[in-house]
C-alpha cells in the first residue's frame, strides 16, 4: 500500500508578531479616522439645529477635535488604548458659553449685578459691530450721544424701563430708528419726534429652555462608529 505523508511546518514566532502589529496599526488608524468623522458630523448637526431653532450664528461657537488632528495618534499603548473625537465650545466669551449652556441644557437667568435683566427694544441696535447692546455698552459704544441718555422709570405697575428723551425715530416705523434730535432741536428728514423711546426693558429673571439635544446628538454619533470603522478599514 501507499503512504500519503503530511508535513505541516508553523510560520515563525515573528510572523505571528507582524501581522499582530500591522492589523493593530490598521485598527487603530481606522478608528483615529472614524472618531474624527464622528465628532465632525456631530459639531454640523449641533450647528444646524441651533439654526433650524433660530439661535442664529451661536452654532459658529462650537467646534471640533480629536486625537488625529491633536495627536496623530492614539492614547495609550500595548493593549490597553484609545482613539477620541469630541464636540467643544470654542468661544471664551462668557455671555457666549452661558448662551450655549442655556440652549443645550436649560437655564435660570438671573441678573449677576443689580436688581435687573436688561432687554433692548427694537428702537435701538441689537449690536454695534460685535457687541450686543447692553446698559453698560450703551454707554461704552456711544449710543448716549447719537441717541440720548439713559433715564431710569418704574412704571406704577412696577416695570422697570430705561428710557430716552426728547429723541426721534424714523417716520416710516422702521426698527432700530431711534436718534437724537439735531442741535438746533429740529427733526431730520424722514424722521418724527418721540418724546420717550423705551430703549431698555427690565426683567427680574428669565428661564431658557434647552432648543438642541447635544447628549442625543452625540449618542447618535457613538453609535455610528462602528461602522465608520468598518469603512475606514476596507479603504486599505
Known amino acids: 500500500m501507499s503512504r500519503i505523508k503530511v508535513e505541516l511546518r508553523m510560520p515563525p514566532r515573528s510572523a505571528f508578531e507582524n501581522f499582530e502589529r500591522e492589523t493593530k496599526a490598521r485598527l487603530q488608524a481606522a478608528?483615529?479616522?472614524?472618531?474624527?468623522?464622528?465628532?465632525?458630523?456631530?459639531?454640523?448637526?449641533?450647528?444646524?439645529?441651533?439654526?433650524?431653532?433660530?439661535?442664529?450664528?451661536?452654532g459658529n461657537a462650537i467646534g471640533n477635535g480629536g486625537?488625529?488632528?491633536?495627536?496623530?495618534?492614539?492614547?495609550g499603548s500595548g493593549s490597553d488604548w484609545s482613539a477620541s473625537g469630541w464636540v467643544h465650545a470654542r468661544s471664551r466669551s462668557e455671555r457666549t458659553l452661558g448662551a450655549i449652556e442655556a440652549y443645550t441644557s436649560g437655564a435660570e437667568i438671573s441678573p449677576r449685578r443689580g436688581r435687573w435683566l436688561w432687554i433692548p427694544t427694537d428702537d435701538i441696535p441689537a449690536r454695534v459691530g460685535?457687541?450686543?447692546?447692553?446698559?453698560?455698552?450703551?454707554?461704552?459704544?456711544?449710543l448716549a450721544t447719537k441717541i440720548g441718555p439713559l433715564v431710569f422709570v418704574l412704571t406704577p405697575s412696577g416695570q422697570a424701563l430705561l428710557v430716552v428723551q426728547n429723541a426721534s425715530r424714523s417716520a416710516s416705523g422702521k426698527k432700530r430708528s431711534a436718534k437724537?434730535?439735531?442741535k438746533d432741536g429740529k427733526l431730520r428728514k424722514g424722521e418724527v419726534a418721540a418724546e420717550t423711546i423705551v430703549a431698555f426693558v427690565g426683567i427680574r429673571r428669565t428661564s431658557r429652555r434647552a432648543r438642541v439635544d447635544v447628549p442625543a446628538i452625540m449618542r447618535e454619533a457613538q453609535a455610528s462608529l462602528p461602522e465608520l470603522i468598518e469603512q475606514q478599514l476596507r479603504r486599505r
Do not use: F, H
Not at 67 to 75: I, P
Open 130 to 142: 460685535k457687541r450686543s447692546i447692553t446698559p453698560d455698552n450703551y454707554i461704552r459704544l456711544g
Open 67 to 75: 486625537d488625529l488632528e491633536k495627536r496623530g495618534s492614539v492614547r
Open 31 to 58: 478608528s483615529l479616522n472614524a472618531t474624527q468623522i464622528a465628532a465632525g458630523r456631530a459639531k454640523s448637526k449641533i450647528q444646524a439645529d441651533m439654526r433650524g431653532a433660530g439661535l442664529g450664528r451661536l
Open 180 to 182: 437724537s434730535l439735531r
